[in-house]
Protein backbone atom coordinates (compact mmCIF):
# COMPACT_ATOMS: atom_id res chain seq x y z
CA UNK A 1 0.00 0.00 0.00
CA UNK A 2 1.32 3.50 -1.03
CA UNK A 3 2.49 6.28 1.16
CA UNK A 4 1.37 9.85 0.29
CA UNK A 5 4.42 12.10 -0.04
CA UNK A 6 6.52 9.41 1.77
CA UNK A 7 10.06 10.56 2.74
CA UNK A 8 10.61 7.21 4.96
CA UNK A 9 8.31 4.66 5.38
CA UNK A 10 9.62 2.71 8.70
CA UNK A 11 9.94 6.28 10.73
CA UNK A 12 6.40 8.01 9.95
CA UNK A 13 3.09 6.76 11.68
CA UNK A 14 0.89 5.88 9.02
CA UNK A 15 -2.84 5.30 9.15
CA UNK A 16 -5.33 3.97 6.36
CA UNK A 17 -7.08 7.54 5.64
CA UNK A 18 -10.71 6.34 6.66
CA UNK A 19 -11.31 9.03 8.89
CA UNK A 20 -9.85 11.54 6.24
CA UNK A 21 -12.12 10.41 3.80
CA UNK A 22 -15.11 11.00 6.06
CA UNK A 23 -13.95 14.59 6.80
CA UNK A 24 -13.68 15.04 2.99
CA UNK A 25 -17.20 13.46 2.30
CA UNK A 26 -18.51 15.82 4.93
CA UNK A 27 -16.84 18.67 3.49
CA UNK A 28 -18.50 17.80 -0.02
CA UNK A 29 -21.95 17.45 1.46
CA UNK A 30 -22.06 21.08 3.01
CA UNK A 31 -20.74 22.80 -0.31
CA UNK A 32 -17.45 23.05 0.96
CA UNK A 33 -14.43 22.90 -1.32
CA UNK A 34 -11.81 20.56 0.27
CA UNK A 35 -8.75 21.61 -1.92
CA UNK A 36 -7.92 24.39 0.21
CA UNK A 37 -7.42 22.20 3.57
CA UNK A 38 -5.91 19.53 1.45
CA UNK A 39 -3.28 21.89 -0.52
CA UNK A 40 -2.38 23.08 3.14
CA UNK A 41 -1.52 19.41 4.56
CA UNK A 42 0.66 18.28 1.32
CA UNK A 43 -2.40 16.44 -0.29
CA UNK A 44 -4.70 16.12 -3.29
CA UNK A 45 -8.06 15.27 -3.37
CA UNK A 46 -6.99 12.12 -5.31
CA UNK A 47 -4.69 11.19 -2.58
CA UNK A 48 -7.17 11.53 0.38
CA UNK A 49 -9.82 9.39 -1.70
CA UNK A 50 -7.80 6.74 -2.50
CA UNK A 51 -8.35 3.70 0.16
CA UNK A 52 -5.33 2.18 -1.41
CA UNK A 53 -3.36 4.79 0.05
CA UNK A 54 -1.64 5.39 3.66
CA UNK A 55 -1.53 8.50 5.05
CA UNK A 56 0.64 9.96 7.72
CA UNK A 57 -1.03 10.32 11.27
CA UNK A 58 -0.10 13.89 11.57
CA UNK A 59 -1.21 14.66 7.96
CA UNK A 60 -4.80 13.51 9.10
CA UNK A 61 -4.80 15.03 12.58
CA UNK A 62 -4.18 18.21 10.40
CA UNK A 63 -6.66 17.92 8.33
CA UNK A 64 -9.62 16.93 10.70
CA UNK A 65 -8.52 20.31 12.30
CA UNK A 66 -8.98 22.04 9.69
CA UNK A 67 -12.10 20.50 7.95
CA UNK A 68 -13.92 21.16 11.46
CA UNK A 69 -13.10 24.78 11.71
CA UNK A 70 -14.44 24.61 7.84
CA UNK A 71 -17.76 23.48 9.10
CA UNK A 72 -17.33 24.98 12.10
CA UNK A 73 -18.25 21.61 13.87
CA UNK A 74 -16.04 21.59 17.22
CA UNK A 75 -17.01 18.01 17.62
CA UNK A 76 -16.39 16.91 13.99
CA UNK A 77 -14.48 13.74 14.97
CA UNK A 78 -17.58 12.84 17.34
CA UNK A 79 -19.92 13.45 14.72
CA UNK A 80 -18.14 11.43 11.94
CA UNK A 81 -17.82 8.44 14.52
CA UNK A 82 -21.41 8.47 15.44
CA UNK A 83 -22.74 8.31 11.50
CA UNK A 84 -20.27 6.27 9.58
CA UNK A 85 -20.63 2.54 7.93
CA UNK A 86 -18.27 0.54 10.46
CA UNK A 87 -17.39 -1.60 8.05
CA UNK A 88 -15.20 1.36 6.63
CA UNK A 89 -12.52 0.75 8.80
CA UNK A 90 -12.37 -2.84 7.65
CA UNK A 91 -10.33 -5.06 9.14
CA UNK A 92 -10.45 -3.87 12.96
CA UNK A 93 -14.13 -3.59 12.55
CA UNK A 94 -14.91 -7.42 11.86
CA UNK A 95 -12.21 -8.29 14.58
CA UNK A 96 -14.40 -6.36 17.32
CA UNK A 97 -17.72 -7.37 15.96
CA UNK A 98 -16.73 -10.79 16.07
CA UNK A 99 -16.03 -11.05 20.27
CA UNK A 100 -18.38 -12.32 21.88
CA UNK A 101 -18.21 -9.86 24.88
CA UNK A 102 -17.15 -6.17 25.37
CA UNK A 103 -13.66 -7.01 27.22
CA UNK A 104 -12.68 -9.54 24.23
CA UNK A 105 -13.65 -7.22 21.52
CA UNK A 106 -11.53 -4.09 23.03
CA UNK A 107 -8.82 -6.40 23.48
CA UNK A 108 -9.01 -7.62 20.44
CA UNK A 109 -9.00 -3.84 19.28
CA UNK A 110 -5.79 -3.66 21.09
CA UNK A 111 -4.37 -6.18 18.88
CA UNK A 112 -5.38 -5.03 15.34
CA UNK A 113 -5.88 -1.28 16.16
CA UNK A 114 -2.20 -0.27 14.61
CA UNK A 115 -2.89 -1.89 11.23
CA UNK A 116 -5.32 1.46 10.53
CA UNK A 117 -3.48 3.92 12.53
CA UNK A 118 0.84 3.35 13.55
CA UNK A 119 0.66 6.69 15.28
CA UNK A 120 -1.77 5.63 18.31
CA UNK A 121 -1.50 2.87 20.21
CA UNK A 122 -4.77 1.51 21.90
CA UNK A 123 -4.28 -0.22 25.17
CA UNK A 124 -6.65 -1.93 27.48
CA UNK A 125 -6.66 -3.28 30.95
CA UNK A 126 -10.05 -4.61 33.17
CA UNK A 127 -9.67 -4.47 36.59
CA UNK A 128 -12.01 -4.46 39.74
CA UNK A 129 -14.75 -3.82 37.08
CA UNK A 130 -13.45 -1.00 35.40
CA UNK A 131 -12.14 -0.94 31.86
CA UNK A 132 -9.51 1.67 30.84
CA UNK A 133 -8.56 2.56 27.19
CA UNK A 134 -5.53 4.47 27.47
CA UNK A 135 -4.32 5.79 23.82
CA UNK A 136 -0.48 6.13 23.97
CA UNK A 137 0.83 8.42 20.85
CA UNK A 138 4.19 7.13 18.86
CA UNK A 139 5.71 10.08 17.35
CA UNK A 140 2.86 12.25 17.47
CA UNK A 141 2.02 15.32 19.92
CA UNK A 142 -0.97 14.68 21.64
CA UNK A 143 -2.02 17.97 22.48
CA UNK A 144 -2.89 18.61 19.19
CA UNK A 145 -5.28 15.85 18.69
CA UNK A 146 -9.06 16.51 19.21
CA UNK A 147 -11.49 15.53 16.70
CA UNK A 148 -9.31 12.22 15.21
CA UNK A 149 -9.01 10.85 19.05
CA UNK A 150 -12.83 11.10 19.89
CA UNK A 151 -13.31 9.94 16.59
CA UNK A 152 -11.53 6.60 17.55
CA UNK A 153 -13.06 6.19 21.26
CA UNK A 154 -16.12 7.02 20.04
CA UNK A 155 -15.54 4.04 17.41
CA UNK A 156 -14.40 1.47 19.78
CA UNK A 157 -17.56 1.94 21.82
CA UNK A 158 -20.09 1.69 18.73
CA UNK A 159 -18.53 -1.15 17.40
CA UNK A 160 -18.95 -4.22 19.42
CA UNK A 161 -22.79 -3.57 18.81
CA UNK A 162 -22.46 -2.61 15.34
CA UNK A 163 -25.39 -0.65 14.70
CA UNK A 164 -27.25 -0.81 17.92
CA UNK A 165 -25.16 2.38 18.78
CA UNK A 166 -27.19 5.12 17.33
CA UNK A 167 -26.14 9.28 17.50
CA UNK A 168 -28.53 9.50 20.42
CA UNK A 169 -27.21 6.43 22.09
CA UNK A 170 -24.02 8.54 22.20
CA UNK A 171 -24.68 11.55 22.81
CA UNK A 172 -23.80 11.39 26.81
CA UNK A 173 -20.75 11.25 25.54
CA UNK A 174 -20.53 14.73 24.89
CA UNK A 175 -20.58 15.75 28.30
CA UNK A 176 -17.14 15.74 28.65
CA UNK A 177 -14.05 18.39 29.30
CA UNK A 178 -11.37 18.78 26.76
CA UNK A 179 -8.23 19.49 28.53
CA UNK A 180 -4.73 21.51 26.86
CA UNK A 181 -2.80 18.55 27.24
CA UNK A 182 -5.75 16.82 25.45
CA UNK A 183 -7.36 13.24 26.37
CA UNK A 184 -5.22 10.40 26.28
CA UNK A 185 -7.42 7.51 28.14
CA UNK A 186 -11.40 6.53 28.92
CA UNK A 187 -12.12 4.88 31.61
CA UNK A 188 -15.84 2.60 31.47
CA UNK A 189 -18.14 1.78 34.66
CA UNK A 190 -21.94 0.07 33.91
CA UNK A 191 -23.38 3.52 34.06
CA UNK A 192 -20.74 6.14 32.38
CA UNK A 193 -17.89 7.15 30.63
CA UNK A 194 -15.15 9.22 31.85
CA UNK A 195 -12.20 10.64 30.33
CA UNK A 196 -8.92 11.24 32.06
CA UNK A 197 -5.83 12.55 31.39
CA UNK A 198 -2.81 10.29 32.03
Known sequence: MPLAKSRDFNSIPTATGGIARLA???LEEMGKDPIVGLSKVGLTVEEAQDPA???EVRTQIKFLELAAEEVQ???????????YDLREIGLVYYVIASS???ADALRNAERYSQINNEGVRLLFSLRGGIAAIALDY????????CHHIEFWLVTL???????RHNT???EHLRNLERSSASTSSLALTPTRYVFRNR
Open 168 to 170: SEM
Open 157 to 163: LRSPYGS
Open 53 to 55: IRL
Open 73 to 83: DEWLGFHLACN
Open 24 to 26: LAR
Open 138 to 145: VDVDRRVD
Open 100 to 102: HHL
